[in-house]
């Protein structure tokens, strides 16, 4: 019960940083690479090749269906809560059909990601617009992210990542390292 608590208060955290302070995938970008079977597989999959030295704490997932210490799926029930966590579009939500996330537990832009995956006729290259614009163009409050990146496998599943630097540069060294064939959409400075 008390982890439950705690975690709760994690998520209303985060998100109170953000509002104030059958069918057939198509293939992945390197035709050698396997298409990753889950949003949340991705991120699991980066988050295990961490060392000890590189981990920092962790939120995955929702309030909802929120996990600590490690990445999670993201309730599409409350799908519209990624405006404020994760800074999806409202208009885009509906072109996501799964998520998941991972969010630095003391202050959400130290590092924030979100893999998502796209409905059917929706263009990895048109969602990664939408969040580039979106999160270049937040406000922030409560620390400043140094850098975003957005990558996509085909047009079945795109990552966005913001963070400073110091969470960034392991995340991208060891995101490479398991998934070479993701496209880079957007690999910049904030601001």
Do not use: R
């Not at 409202?90 to 796209?118: D, P, R, W, Y």
């Amino acid at each position: 019960m008390k982890k439950l608590i705690a975690m709760m208060m994690v998520m209303a955290m985060l998100l109170t940083l953000f509002a104030g302070c059958g069918k057939s995938e198509p293939e992945a970008t390197d035709p050698a690479q396997e298409l990753p079977a889950s949003a949340l597989e991705i991120l699991e999959t980066v988050w295990a090749a961490y060392g000890d030295d590189e981990k920092f704490p962790v939120a995955g997932g929702n309030i909802e269906a929120g996990i600590m210490d490690a990445p999670g799926n993201y309730d599409l029930a409350y799908a519209e809560n990624m405006t404020w966590n994760l800074l999806v579009p409202a208009e885009q939500i509906a072109n996501i059909t799964e998520a998941a996330s991972m969010i630095h537990m003391m202050n959400a832009n130290t590092f924030t990601c979100g893999v998502f995956k796209l409905a059917d006729g929706v263009k990895a290259a048109d969602f990664g617009a939408a969040m580039q614009s979106a999160i270049q163009g937040n406000q922030w409050m409560c620390g400043f992210p140094d850098k975003l990146l957005i990558q996509s496998f085909g047009d079945t599943y795109v990552l966005a990542a913001f963070g400073v630097n110091d969470a960034m540069t392991p995340f991208e060294t060891h995101l490479q390292a398991a998934y070479p064939g993701m496209e880079t959409l957007y690999n910049e400075v904030i601001g």
